[in-house]
């Protein structure tokens, strides 16, 4: 049929005119270093580290951490909203490319009508086809579109894999902070528990008539003060149980985390070091930017498209006769093709406006782009530093705490011989408690710092990591 062989035409034509006319462009360029400012420092204090796996969280040996971990891919309703949004993407992107394909309509009918000139009504039936103003993809517009929306698809799918690795931290990094807070928990009831031995010491001193009344109020300020503190870290701790309960998915009373039976905290890995240039390309978020910068462009050629002519195709085919058994036949066969070729002259400025609108978009995402990979440098390079100076200061704080705890016995030694007042007593158990407090937070920085390290070694471009 001569209807069926100029719609091949024109279809074979389009499919060929539709590849890709949107514009092209390479990714934008970083100027990346080739290595990390503070990586000498770090190798040297890492020397054997071990390769990271997808689940990193699992160096750190703690069991209930990698129970946690399971229940959050499960739970997170975070997770499940950027799993969510990927179906959008989906969907948009399969409603763009049937946008490439002529939408097809079946009906049949019937009608009776009368007029002047028929000695009666008749009844016609008829059975058509019809494709609805189908436009031919010869400029690319269409297409562009699809990579746009592809695209789109792949930065969403970049963000769920992103929000997953920053979920996971975040958990890692609540957990630790909650385990520091039993700790200081741990470190208060015995501290409470010294200062009423020395409050009882000093009473019994009072009423010997060896101390003051000052010694025993001075005692008895350190020890409310030091029960304050306890309140304050059972506090800390209960939220954080909170803050843990909601990333797991769940109201704070369905969850439950006893204190660990040695008050340890968990024990930072070695993370090893890696170039900038691979550490980067192992980042979602980075890919995420990357593709949306591709969905941009994408809409470059689509707006630029606007401006030339816009070929469309109307067609409309069937069978009609009075007779409904007679009504497939060769005779009673109708059609119509009508391509329309559409040119706005003048529009206002609106293709203009549109196409201009694309391009600030384009240069946005761009800087999006950049200041992703500035900043994933900067987590990086601050978390090498930390992790390593923190490594350093963890040891002065520990021999810090050791000199306080000789310091507090010579002190109590002194004031029960009555050579020195209740004030150094005081004040060497204030140090001692400060560097016990002092040290737990530097451990506490250190094991978020190696949780943010592995986090970006465990990263994929290419997706979500496995569980």
């Known amino acids: 049929m001569r209807f069926e062989k100029i719609l091949s035409s024109l279809v ?5 005119t539709a590849c890709g006319s949107a514009p092209s462009t390479s990714p934008p360029t970083m100027d990346v270093p080739a290595a990390f400012k503070q990586g000498p420092v770090f190798v040297k204090l890492n020397p054997h580290a071990a390769e990271v796996p997808d689940a990193w969280w699992t ?7 990698n129970d946690l971990q399971d229940r959050l891919i499960k739970g997170n309703q975070t997770l499940a909203s950027a799993a969510a949004a990927v179906s959008v993407a989906q969907a948009a992107l399969g409603s763009s490319r049937a946008s490439l394909l002529p939408a097809v309509g079946v009906s049949a009918g019937a009608s009776r009508a009368a007029n002047a ?5 008749a009844t ?3 059975l058509q086809g019809s494709l609805a103003n189908w436009e031919l993809d010869l400029w690319g517009r269409v297409a562009a579109s699809v990579n746009a929306a592809d695209a789109k698809l792949q930065a969403s799918r970049h963000t769920l894999a992103a929000t997953r690795l920053s979920v996971q931290a975040t958990l890692a990094q609540s957990y630790f902070s909650l385990r520091t807070s039993d700790a200081l928990a741990a470190v208060l009831t015995q501290t409470v528990a ?4 020395s409050l009882d010491l000093t009473k019994n001193r009072y009423q010997g008539g060896v101390a003051s009344a000052a010694d025993v109020a001075q005692a008895q300020t350190q020890l409310k003060s030091a029960q304050a503190q306890l309140v304050e870290a059972r506090l800390q701790r209960a939220q954080l149980e909170h803050a843990i309960a909601s990333l797991l998915g769940q109201a704070p009373a369905a969850l439950a985390l006893p204190p660990p039976s040695t008050g340890e905290l968990p024990a930072p890995p070695l993370a090893p070091l890696q170039l900038p240039s691979t550490l980067l390309a192992r980042r979602p978020d980075i890919a995420a930017a990357a593709a949306q910068v591709a969905a941009a462009n994408a809409q470059i050629g689509a707006a630029d498209a606007a401006f030339l002519p816009a070929l469309t195709l109307s067609a409309n085919g069937g069978f009609r006769n ?21 040119f706005a002259v003048f529009d206002g400025g609106a293709r203009r406006a549109a196409s201009d609108s694309a391009q600030a ?19 990086v390079e601050d978390n090498l530093v930390a992790a390593s100076l923190l490594q350093e200061e963890m040891g002065l704080q520990q021999e810090s705490l050791t000199s306080a705890r000789r310091a507090l016995d010579i002190a109590q030694n002194q004031y029960e011989a009555g050579t020195v007042s209740y004030l150094n007593v005081v004040t060497a158990q204030t140090t001692v408690l400060s560097a016990e407090r002092s040290l737990l937070d530097v451990r506490n920085r250190r094991l978020a710092a190696v949780n943010q390290l592995l986090k970006n070694l465990a990263g994929r471009w290419g997706g979500t990591p496995s569980t």
């Open 12 to 16: 074979a034509t389009a499919a060929l």
């Open 59 to 65: 160096l750190f040996n703690d069991p209930v951490l």
């Open 322 to 342: 009075g007779g409904l058994g007679s009504l497939i036949q060769a005779g009673n066969r109708f059609w119509s093709l009508g391509p329309t070729l559409a």
């Open 124 to 126: 016609t039936y008829s």
């Open 361 to 379: 978009s384009y240069d946005q995402t761009v800087a999006t782009y950049r200041q992703t990979v500035l900043t994933a440098l900067q987590e």
């Open 194 to 197: 010294a200062y009423t031995r």
């Open 117 to 121: 000139a028929s000695s009666g009504p």
